[in-house]
């Protein structure tokens, strides 16, 4: 009894050992590479920091960049991976546009088999990788053209007015209007995907618990035990988990927004209806009669932060997608809409508290182009003309990017070679990333980047900017393909809300902002509280 006991302890401890020794081998990577490396701890790699909360997301990503500050890439451990970190723009540029084959996807979130109808996740533009991406992406650039941004103006446009509608109703009763911005603005990012990606009309903000808003949350609530369940199966255990059919999302809340596209889709077909929203579009897509205009694919109409369509979008390609293909487009524009929009908006209305003058200056563009109106509606032509509301939005999407990163995956073997004598080889399934907050708040390309500087974007200094300096969106062919929709639906919500109210704090406004250590993405620490109060007119 005491030698198999024995046997078993000896057993257990070589397989301990070497499993050590499998994963501290990982740690060898970047000593065989002429790039420097921050030191890893065993399991975390060099993110236990922002693991055990001791560190915000936003601190621990200008922590990475700056710790080599003359090197041009650097490399660091996510957990027990090695990841590129690359810092010089050049280099940027040249990996992500030029030698955009050789980083065509994605990092894998989910092992997930591309050949797949079932998931939704898989089969979203966001998680698409080679050909596949490549003929979605050149499908749906059309649905994002200028033109196409005219015809769901009104529908945006409404959805502000309608909140704003509740909030001077509320005054009238004699309510304060103290709101914490995040939950606002995530209520009207929802209701705007509600009615441009789902033909839904809503009111999240005085209809707090519809089902749709709820049953949305419920399916981005990615912290719930289910969800990290699938997760783990997921992760070590793919092919169990391709074959037992598992997605991320929530089976039930699937379910229920796949049947308010496809009932949406029959009752528009059998009674000839036509609105001007992505169901539409889609609908166009299957006909195949969504064609491009060559005249917009080229156009910055939306301003300085819209990002080109490269060729890959403007692209044709005889390809024949599924229902389930393209009703897993509307999940990823919700998801996009939902949770970047409204983290750009929070982030944007604490900069117009905290600096008065922008606001006034803000408040002075708006007036005068309301009252050119004439009383007549609000255009898309003439929300573009605004400067002012331009450099604003660029400056708050500089200052306080929602993806603080941008990652790439090598698809081939690459030989990275930066012209000045430091050349190696990046070996298929490495992946590259590009720390866009830290890029956006160097001095070297924004002098005292702490500061909210909207004449940044003046006509005059744009041109001194480099794109691979400003990433908001993202760079190369594979960068954001709603640029436009979103820059849309926060100038809008902007333009009305300042047309009304006045933004000024409270008590529960937090002045200077702090990040959250309890969050990966862009979160305050304590939200973004503010009172609108109304407007003399």
Known sequence: MVAIDLFTAIAIGAILVLCYHYI???????????????????????????????????????????????????????????????????????????????????????????????????????AMRGQKWREMRATLSPVFTGSKMRQMFQLVAATAQSLTAFMAAEARR??????????????????????????????????RDNEFFLTGRKLTNFSSVPIIGKFLVMQCLPSLANKLKFDLFDEKSTEYFKSIIVDNMRQRKDQGIVRNDMIQMLMEVRRGTLKHLQEEMDSKDAGFATVQESSVGKSSHSRVWSENELIAQCFLFFFAGFETTSTCMTFLAYEILANPEVQQRLFEEIHKTDKSLNGEPLTYEVLQKMSYMDMVVSEALRKWPANLHVERYCTKEYQYDDGAGMRFVIEKGRSILIPAIAIQWDSKYYPNPERFVPERFSEENRSSINPATYLPFGI??????????????????????????????????????????????????????????????
């Open 476 to 537: 190369g062919p594979r960068n954001c393909i709603g640029s436009r929709l979103a820059l849309m639906e926060v100038k809008v919500m902007i333009y009305y809300l300042l047309r009304d109210f006045s933004l000024q704090p409270t008590e529960k406004s937090q002045i200077p902002i702090r990040i959250s250590k309890k969050a990966f993405t862009l979160q305050s620490e304590k939200g973004v509280w503010l009172e609108f109060q109304p407007r003399k007119h």
């Open 24 to 126: 501290a081998q990982k740690y060898l990577y970047f000593l065989t590479k002429p790039v420097p490396c921050l030191k890893p701890t065993f399991l975390l790699g060099n993110f236990g920091p922002l693991l055990f909360r001791r560190r915000d997301v936003v601190s621990h990503m200008n922590i990475l960049y700056n710790a080599f500050p003359d090197a041009k890439i650097t490399g660091f451990q996510d957990m027990v991976g090695a990841v590129y970190l690359l810092r010089d723009p050049e280099m940027i540029t040249k990996m992500c546009v030029k030698d955009f084959e050789f980083f065509i996807d994605r990092t894998p979130v989910l092992p997930i088999d591309q050949n797949n109808d079932y998931s939704l996740f898989a089969n979203s533009l966001f």
């Open 174 to 207: 004699g309510v304060r209007l103290e709101y914490e911005m995040k939950d606002m603005f995530s209520r009207f990012a929802n209701d705007v995907i509600a009615t441009v990606a789902f033909g839904m009309e809503m009111d999240s903000v005085k209809n």
